[in-house]
């Protein structure tokens, strides 16, 4: 068995980060990843980084606009120190060595987004999560720690109140293991593959997530999924946000800028839930075009200004959509893209059970609220996995020894490998596959209370279908076929979880929309919804929102 | 949408060293539209008939890095290659490995050599202690330093470089294309205080192994030009410390050599790259050569038009534009 001080969960942006603060403080860490650490989604983000870095903007511009873009849902003490570390981040992952996009005298560059008040979204073209990703990786290999490269986290052990360590699986040997940790991080990022259409990559199945609602953590407000507004029709490959940020147009059928509707004061840069909203309303009352989407125009950016500040999505609509983005209109429908809700957490990173933290996609703090605006992720990453990394390392100091029984790796993988032992049952794949596309249908950018009912009872038939899931490649080496069963576990644990949350939530809330009740209810609904696991399912439970300053007034754009 | 598809003839490499004596190749048929990636492909292979095919792969969008592979013998993304023209150019699709790293299953390779070349090169900032960064502010950097490596970044470690490359193949302990793309990156990076070092580090550890056949920059689907940049190392190494190398002392030898007449003098090249003592060593070598090959021994004529041939040096000599 191995032994650590500190466990992390994940490579990306959030874990990293973690495992650099806990390793600072001398902790002894090892970082737990499925993929190796420059292959994290992090590094799909493409738009960029917020801090109000400009002579005209201010912090608190950027906590009101957060504030008024979670529609209220977001707690306001953790946006007033999330917005008020964002300088301090940027410039310390500048001083790491990330390559940013500069403006010509030599100060980092910015750009509009949608939500804000100012331009004050940092970006290195249109890859700034790769660069960011890659400044990290390598600032991070100059500390001591241990790498579990392609090892998938199976369980979390909680025994006496407290986290032990983790069981994880590892590829290339084909073999559990348990690892002992006083403290464990979970960063393992999202879990858009709950849908069919979404600009998540295909490891991004809420591995720690599930894990964590496993041994009884709450996850908050997992009803609140966001759908990009442009994402490649065919294939769901996201167009970052800074296509409309540096001027990009939104048209429908009928070549009208429909957003003048919408949103009369900043258009295409309203918050994402509200121009998802917009669009996915333009296609249904028919006037998308045929075959039901809209078109976003960068023509009028001209070839050099496109070929240089969003080069990777013009090499996008190239190689994946046939299009050349600087002649002609790009074909888009809002796709899955983020996820509100996660692992519950406050501004340490700590959940409900003791030694168990959560940062980035995966933990939910709350900054975000119902609806979180563009280039506030990846800070968020930076920002709560350092706080999640220090509390994690503080954690260890003070605690005891974990003890694992050698029991514990026989029970914890009993239920994993009697999936391998069947001569018949259920193919991973199929009941991925099934689920993705009854989320996808009934679980979408509007929701219907009968849709979401019988989305509950599609979810639950999965989930007993899944008890009987066989894996039938019998190899020791690199088995995906057992990493898809098990993936396709935690997605069928989370999709139940939105479905229940969504449906108990009658009102609407930044992305988060009953045609049933298609206002927001402050009265009633002004709180985190909280989901635990019970053996028939989760129970919900409800906590207040942090206010300080900000009275919730409407939302218009 | 309806689309038109086309059958893919899939021949994929199989292989589990743990329970086969030797790789074999399996065909699949699908039907797809022709636009569609070679990964979706394999994925609708694992869906619909063979769960137990093994790749890697993440993101779908050539971000990750993760599904390089052999794609009809060249280095390529899967989620990037559409199945349509690899049909329609070679009538199948042929599906292997990357190259130069041993096979742990399928299509997946041991990625340890690979990542060992990268950390090789030291890939972190080493800041000057006597310039330090300005506190509480980024660090400020003109047009020029900024346009040298801004681009660098777009490397997304996939390895189809270090999978195409020769010199790999010849010497492992050639660092590769990515290795080295990714030094570059450093040694222009005005926030770095080990440039120097860095150089003549690299110069006599395996900058000078590069063969200049480009096909790193064939292969990189994020347009590094891995080449171009092992090319810029040299020329940053020569710059500042001199032809010191015999590789480096060969490069310039061979600019100088053809100069003279526009044509290259082989026998004269050996000893203005190699020097005295180590021609001595090639002595066996110039006589088997002598034997075979007489008119290699002989000094060359000046060319038809090497007038033309020095105004080109002139030029190139004074053209900047080149040196990063």
Known sequence: MKRHDVVVVGAGLAGQRAALAAAEKGRDVAIVSKLHPLRSHSGAAQGGINAALGKEDSAETHIYDTVKGSDYLGDQDAIEFFCQEAGPTVVEMEHFGTIFSRADDGSLARRPFGGAGFPRTIYAADRTGLALLQALWEHLETQSFTLYEEWDLTNLIVRDGRVQGIVAFDRRRGDFEELAAKSVVIATGPFGRVYARTTNAHSCTGDGVAAAYAVGAYLKDMEFVQFHPTALLESGILITEGARGEGGILKNGQEERFMTRYAPHVQELASRDVVSRAIATEVMEGRGFPGKYVHLELMHLGRELIESRLQEICDFCRSFAGIDPVNEPIPVMPAQHYMMGGVGTNLRGETNIPGLFAAGEAACVSIHGANRLGGNSLLETLVFGKQAGLAAAEFAEYAPAAVLHESDLEAETSTIRAMSNRTEGEDPQRLRSELQALMEGLVGIFRKPAELTQALSQVRALKERFSAVRVVDASKVYNINLTDALETGHLLTLAEVIVVSALARTESRGAHYRVDFPQRDDKNWMRHTLAQRTPSGPTLSYSSVAFTRWEPKERVY | ?324
């Open chain 2, 1 to 324: 949408m309806a689309t038109a598809t086309i059958t893919a003839e899939m021949d994929v490499f199989r292989f589990d060293p743990t329970s086969e004596s030797k790789p074999r190749y399996q065909r699949y048929s699908l039907e797809l539209p022709p636009h569609a990636p070679v990964l979706t492909a394999l994925l609708k292979i694992r869906e619909e008939t063979d769960p137990t095919l093994t790749l890697r792969y993440s993101c779908r969008s050539a971000i990750c890095g993760s599904c390089a592979m052999l794609i009809n013998a060249r280095s390529r993304l899967a989620c990037q290659t559409p199945v349509g023209p690899e049909m329609e150019r070679h009538g199948r699709i042929v599906i292997e490995p990357m190259g130069n790293q041993p096979v742990l299953r399928d299509l997946v390779v041991e990625t340890e050599p690979f990542w060992r070349q990268y950390h090789r090169v030291e890939p972190y900032l080493k800041p000057d202690p006597l310039r330090p960064m300005p506190v509480g502010k980024e660090t400020p950097m003109t047009p020029t330093e900024v346009k040298r490596f801004q681009e660098t970044p777009r490397c997304i470690a996939c390895g189809a470089c270090y999978s195409a490359c020769p010199a790999v193949t010849a010497d492992p302990e050639f660092p590769g294309p990515m290795a080295l793309a990714k030094l570059y990156r450093y040694v222009v990076d005005p926030r770095d205080g080990a440039h120097q070092d860095r150089l003549l580090r690299i110069q006599t550890s395996g900058l000078w192994l590069c063969l200049r056949c480009h096909l790193c920059t064939e292969a990189c689907p994020k347009d590094v030009r891995p080449s171009e940049r092992i090319r810029d190392l040299k020329e940053l190494a020569i710059a500042a410390q001199g032809v010191t190398e015999p590789g480096s002392r060969h490069a310039v030898a061979f600019k100088d050599n053809i100069a003279e007449k526009g044509v290259l003098n082989e026998f004269k090249l050996a000893r203005q790259s190699l020097g005295p003592s180590q021609l001595l060593g090639q002595l066996s070598q110039g006589v088997k050569i002598r034997r075979r090959k007489p008119e290699l021994m002989k000094k060359p004529k000046p060319i038809d038009g090497h007038a033309e041939v020095v105004k080109l040096y002139e030029l190139l000599d004074s053209d900047e534009e080149g040196t990063p």
